[in-house]
């Protein structure tokens, strides 16, 4: 099973001429309400990259929303691919939000509002042996500690998907399997990890290996349209990406991480792991939206021999 422990919410995205000056209340006629919440997303991501697959992966969401409209939904394209939702609770605090205006240039504002995911807590996880445990840092990080070392403790794999990112303790890297990071992500844990630890922040790819060999896990580095590379045991691999023109980006590296990890799960080798979230992660960019344009097995299947895989010592 691939259980995924993190956050939920609703944006609401406006498009504006001008962004709002303090004080200003700007007008514009209409809104559209996305599902999104970097859990959801890879929670829905992992869901859809494992159907029709033919290998009855289950993907279980825990997470919490508010007794309000919002939560429902949130929830409803989870449920309409078959994620187990008895592990998502009802918090005392409304479902997550965030309020996002857009200007004609391209810039944006967002607030967000955390609420119900502030409830969260690493209780409503009942990790297996055998199981797949995977978070972001959307949640509370005592409470993805704590989750990260139940799953350690009950033989699970651990997966840490460091998104937004936040000083991660020496201790929880130790008990990760996989640490997923992207190029600012990688960045900002480079500088974080100096002081105990020798890392050029400018070059990731020699940051990525030595914190591999130090804590003895996968790291996994996107590269957004570069494709992604992964230094694991006595190897790096790396992939391409699909040759695309992008809509929207937003969700792209979520689909990478939740196809990432149905492949994984399946107990495919990296490089194909690897693969399957580089095209994820490429068609999630042709549709807007966080959540629209992740693809299923099948049309990861269609595009997979796109993408190209080398390996190195």
């Not at 590269?223 to 992604?228: F, R, S």
């Not at 937003?250 to 689909?255: F, I, K, M, N, S």
Request: glycine share 10%; aromatic share 4%.
């Amino acid at each position: 099973m691939i259980i995924v422990f993190g956050s939920i919410g609703l944006d609401i995205v406006q498009s504006v001429h001008e962004l709002p000056r303090a004080g200003e209340t700007v007008l514009t006629a209409d809104y559209i309400m996305l599902p999104g919440g970097k859990g959801a997303n890879q929670a829905l991501a992992a869901a859809r990259a494992s159907s029709n697959s033919g290998s009855n992966v289950e993907v279980q969401f825990v997470a919490s929303i508010g007794d309000d409209d919002f939560g429902a939904r949130a929830l409803r394209n989870l449920k309409s691919v078959g994620v187990d939702l008895a592990g998502v609770a009802i918090g005392s605090r409304p479902t997550a939000c965030a309020t996002i205006s857009v200007d004609h240039r391209g810039e944006n504002q967002i607030v967000v509002s955390s609420g119900a995911n502030l409830e969260t807590v690493a209780g409503q996880l009942h990790p297996r042996s055998g199981d797949v445990v995977l978070q972001q840092m959307e949640i509370p990080l005592r409470e993805i500690w704590a989750g990260i070392d139940l799953a350690h403790e009950n033989g699970a794999q651990t997966i840490l998907n460091a998104a937004p990112f936040q000083p991660i303790p020496t201790a929880v890297l130790e008990k990760l399997d996989v640490l997923i990071v992207n190029e600012i992500e990688a960045e900002m844990m480079a500088a974080d990890l100096c002081r105990t630890m020798d890392l050029d922040a400018n070059d990731l790819q020699n940051t990525c290996a030595k914190i591999q060999e130090r804590f003895d896990l996968t790291v996994v580095l996107t590269l957004g349209a570069k494709g992604a590379v992964a230094f694991a045991q006595a190897a790096r691999l790396q992939v391409s990406a699909l040759d695309i023109t992008a809509l929207d980006t937003v969700g792209a590296g979520d689909a990478f991480v939740g196809a990432f990890v149905a492949a994984l799960s399946e107990n495919r080798p990296l490089g194909d792991c690897l693969r399957w979230g580089s095209v994820a992660g490429g068609l999630a960019c042709l549709a807007p939206g966080a959540q629209d344009g992740v693809p299923d097995h099948g049309k990861i299947i269609e595009r997979i021999g796109e993408i190209t895989l080398t390996q190195s010592a």
